[in-house]
């Protein structure tokens, strides 16, 4: 029996005892654990059910576009986004299941799940691009669709915030996607911090973060007592300062101590994302012209800090102990903090 098979099997208790076998939606519990607060359930997953709901933040960004070209004003959204749009959980009944390890592999296993993430992957593609023609000087369709370039510095920062909001959102996506084992729902997923400056998300997050979270390593986990304004840089240029020290160690591993730098440096995956890097701003300079690359920096900045915000609050003065050996702890559950989030969030 595996571990998860134990786990379950401990925190469970015999359904019989509860007097339980259905939930209201017809669900069949198995049992239920922590203290009878969690409902253990069996279930396949539904379209309607389990899935739709993750196209909440497709329409949310849907219904964005629609309030701001009704008002012309991106303040307005910003307070759906922040205000309105959690109100909407005081109405939705709180989910106290979890799933049997047999029916969580079914969930794992449907590609189904897939859809909602790229089809937001998708729209907020297409919402970067139309950022970037309305700043543009040098694409100016005659239509009313682009006709809203904000004016004056206030207004432009406050039309990046609210957009900017989807470039976050859409690297939980890309988190998902990063986490699949196929490779092109790995690089597809990645798509969304290429856009940012972030291409090193790929490679930083699975070979570092998750070896050295909760650890004074990790520069994505913020020290108890540290603000966001510190953590931010420490997070934003520590991570590819981690990704090329760890290459220059497997290359030397590899190579030898002696390796020349040009060895290490053509090798060196950080190198190649320095490259897709330049390669995406020459791209949006010689396509869109000066000043939406200027609008594009603003457009990373605001994607960064969404990013890190989530890391700061993720792992916040959490850390591991260490053994006798100087050896940390096995990365467990309370190494994160954990809530349930909206499916508008992807259920981060």
């Known amino acids: 029996m595996s571990k998860i098979d134990d786990g379950f099997a401990q925190e469970m208790s015999d359904v019989k005892h509860a007097g339980l076998n259905k939930t209201q939606d ?3 519990i198995e049992g239920v654990g922590f203290g009878g607060k969690v409902l253990i359930v069996s279930k396949e997953p539904e379209f309607i059910r389990d899935i739709f709901p993750y196209f909440q933040a497709s329409f949310t960004l849907i219904a964005s576009y629609i309030v701001f070209f009704k008002t012309g004003s991106s303040l307005i959204i910003i ?4 205000w309105i749009n959690p109100l909407t959980g005081l109405f939705i009944p709180p989910d106290n299941t979890n799933l049997t390890p047999k029916a969580e592999k079914a969930f794992l296993n449907d590609k189904r799940f897939w859809i909602p993430l790229h089809v937001f992957n998708f729209l907020e593609t297409l ?6 023609i309305v700043f543009s000087d040098v694409i100016r369709p005659n239509h009313w669709f682009f006709d809203c370039r904000p004016t004056g510095a206030l207004n432009i920062y406050v039309f990046s915030l609210t957009w900017g909001l989807y470039t976050g959102l859409n690297a939980i996506q890309g988190h998902e996607m990063v986490h699949r084992k196929e490779w092109f729902n790995k690089y597809i997923g990645n798509w969304a911090y290429v856009k940012f400056l972030y291409s090193h998300f790929l490679d930083e997050h699975i070979q570092g973060h998750h070896k050295t979270v909760a650890t004074p390593l990790d520069p994505c986990t913020a020290k108890k007592g540290e603000t966001i304004y ?4 420490k997070s934003v240029i520590g991570q590819p300062m981690d990704l090329w020290n760890r ?3 497997r290359i030397r591993k590899e190579r ?3 390796v020349p730098f040009e060895i290490i440096l053509f090798n060196n995956k950080m190198t190649l994302h320095a490259i897709i890097t330049i390669t995406l701003l020459c791209t949006v300079y010689m396509i ?3 000043n939406s690359l200027k609008y594009h920096f603003l457009y990373s900045f605001q994607g960064m800090f969404y990013l890190e915000l989530i890391n700061y609050i993720e792992h916040y003065g959490l850390q591991r102990k260490k053994d006798e050996n100087g050896i940390y702890e096995s990365i467990n559950k309370m190494h994160s903090w954990n809530s349930i989030s ?3 969030l992807f259920r981060l």
């Open 26 to 28: 017809g669900v069949t």
């Open 79 to 82: 307070w759906v986004i922040y």
């Open 127 to 132: 919402t970067w691009i139309w950022q970037l």
């Open 230 to 233: 510190t953590f931010l840089p």
């Open 247 to 249: 290459e220059c160690k």
């Open 256 to 258: 030898g101590d002696d």
């Open 288 to 290: 869109f012209g000066w």
């Open 342 to 344: 909206s499916p508008t």
